[in-house]
């Protein structure tokens, strides 16, 4: 049986509550107005606290830390198969809608429900293990997710036709129409290669390139010689 996967921008009610429904949705623009400027207040006091070269060193931590949580968060939480008729019912509200109707615009980032909550969760988590260089940590972290959130929803609707961007797209379309059990990465794919979930396409072009690369190498020498 075929798995019903809409190509339009179009929605479904997923609570009969009008107050929760309402919540459901999100404008994708919404997290960098809420999460931007916390960041950057955070970057300011803790560049002042521990100065610019640990502040950059922890940022840049906070960032990586991000990519793995979003590896983690969606391979393994996004990802998980319920048993339980409950469990099913819990996994469409939180991610499988999503690849039902991944071109709905209304619900391609994290809901402020669900993201201000883990925010604050991870900010007391960080400041118990990173004690003074926590704010840098964790405003490198927020860049990290906003950063993944605006992607995420430029992957489904802009064009990206070029470099970077045009391989983000691929990339994330190829979990989504391909193969689901790879390419868990959608800010990038460093964690996919680490723990080798990359799509086998991208590893068999990667090889065909290396082999005609060679083969150009290879007749070079022979006319050169």
């Known amino acids: 049986m075929a798995k019903f996967v809409s190509n339009k921008n179009e929605t479904i009610r997923l609570f ?14 919404t997290p960098v107005i809420v999460f931007v400027p916390v960041l950057l207040l955070l970057s300011f006091y803790g560049y002042q606290e521990i100065g610019i070269l640990n502040g950059t060193i922890c940022f840049a931590i906070g960032i990586l830390l991000w990519t793995l949580m979003e590896y983690i968060i969606h391979r393994w939480a996004f990802h998980y198969h319920p048993k339980s008729e409950a469990g099913k019912k819990i996994h469409f509200l939180v991610h499988g809608i999503h690849h039902d109707y991944p071109r709905d ?3 391609l980032v994290m809901p402020l429900l669900v993201s201000v909550p883990l925010a604050i969760f991870f900010y007391y988590l960080f400041s118990a293990l990173f004690g003074v260089y926590n704010l840098n940590i964790f405003a490198g972290f927020i860049f990290g997710y906003v950063s993944y959130d605006s ?11 070029k470099g970077i961007g045009k391989f983000l797209k691929v990339y994330h379309l190829k979990h989504h129409y391909n193969d689901d059990h790879t390419a868990y990465g959608v800010s990038n794919p460093l964690w996919d290669y680490v723990f080798r979930t990359v799509p086998p396409q991208l590893k068999e072009n990667k090889n065909n390139e290396n ?15």
């Open 211 to 225: 082999i005609k690369n060679s083969e150009s190498v290879s007749v070079s020498k022979v006319t050169i010689e």
């Open 105 to 107: 615009a209304t619900r």
């Open 16 to 29: 009969k509550n009008p107050i929760l429904e309402y919540f459901s949705h999100i404008h994708p623009v």
């Open 151 to 161: 992607i995420h929803y430029a992957t489904h609707h802009f064009k990206m036709e």
